[in-house]
C-alpha cells in the first residue's frame, strides 16, 4: 500500500499566496494540504487540533507573528516540523525562528520544485536552509563570541560529526568523511541531539554555529 501523504498546514496572511501553495502541493500524490490560516493565532490552533507533519508558515503574520507562532507550535508533544518562509530583508527574524524551533527557511519566490523538495526534506527531519541567504546566516554566527561551553559533555567524536553536519554534509558524506558505518554516524547524530536538546538537524546546525565549527 502507498504511504499517507505528508499532512500540510499552510500560514500565511495572503489568500492569493496560500492558495497557489495550496494548489502546487495538492497536485503532488505524497503531499495534502489539510488546513489554511491567515494568522499566527489561527495557525497555532489549527497545529493543535489538526493532524499535521510540515506547517508553511510565513515569518510576518498578523496577532501572532511567525516566530512566536513557531515557538509554540513545536513546543507542544509529538510537534510537527516547521518550514519558515522569509524575503530577503528578514534575516534577524529567520534566525530567532530557527531558534524558536523551525527546521529550516526558504524564501517565499523560491522555484516550485525547490518548496516541493523543501516540504519532503523537513518532513524527513532534515534541516533546510535558503542556499541565498545561509552565507548571511553563517556570517552573522560567525560574528558572535563563539560558545565552546557549548559542547560541554559532547565527545570528540561528536564534535567531528557536529562539525560536518554545520557545514552542510550529508550523513553519506560524514560515512565517506569518517571512514564509518551508516549506524555509526545515526548513533553520534542520536547522542548530539540528546546532549544538546535538539529536536533536529536545524538545531543542530545552530549548535554548531555557536560553538564555532561553521570555520
Known amino acids: 500500500m502507498p504511504a499517507d501523504p505528508l499532512r500540510v498546514l499552510l500560514a500565511d496572511d495572503e489568500p492569493l499566496f496560500r492558495g497557489t501553495v495550496r494548489v502546487l502541493l495538492d497536485a503532488q500524490p505524497d503531499l495534502a494540504v489539510v488546513g489554511e490560516a491567515g494568522t499566527g493565532r489561527e495557525a497555532c490552533a489549527?497545529?493543535?487540533?489538526t493532524a499535521v507533519d510540515v506547517v508553511l508558515m510565513d515569518v510576518r503574520m498578523p496577532e501572532v507573528d511567525g516566530v512566536a507562532a513557531t515557538r509554540r507550535i513545536t513546543?507542544?508533544?509529538?510537534?510537527?516540523?516547521?518550514?519558515?518562509?522569509?524575503t530577503f530583508d528578514e534575516d534577524e527574524a529567520v534566525h530567532e525562528a530557527l531558534r524558536a524551533g523551525a527546521s529550516g527557511f526558504l524564501l517565499k519566490d523560491a522555484p516550485p520544485t525547490r518548496l516541493l523538495d523543501a516540504v519532503r526534506a523537513v518532513a524527513a527531519g532534515e534541516a533546510l536552509l535558503a542556499p541565498s541567504v545561509t552565507r548571511r546566516l553563517i556570517a552573522d554566527f560567525l560574528a558572535r563570541a563563539p560558545r565552546p561551553d557549548r559542547l560541554a559533555g559532547v565527545t570528540p567524536r561528536?564534535?567531528?560529526v557536529l562539525?560536518?553536519?554545520t557545514r552542510g554534509l550529508s550523513n553519506r558524506e560524514i560515512e565517506q568523511r569518517l571512514h564509518?558505518?551508516?549506524h555509526t554516524?545515526?548513533?553520534h547524530i542520536g547522542h548530539l541531539?540528546?546532549?544538546?536538546?535538539?529536536?533536529?538537524r536545524a538545531q543542530l546546525v545552530i549548535a554548531g554555529y555557536e560553538a564555532g565549527l561553521a570555520d
Not at 489549527?46 to 487540533?49: D, E, G, W, Y
Not at 513546543?75 to 522569509?86: S, Y
Open 163 to 165: 562539525a560536518l553536519i
Open 75 to 86: 513546543a507542544a508533544p509529538a510537534a510537527p516540523r516547521v518550514l519558515v518562509l522569509t
Open 46 to 49: 489549527l497545529a493543535a487540533r
Open 185 to 187: 554516524v545515526k548513533t
Open 193 to 200: 541531539m540528546a546532549k544538546l536538546a535538539a529536536r533536529d
Open 180 to 182: 564509518v558505518g551508516r
Open 158 to 160: 561528536e564534535r567531528d
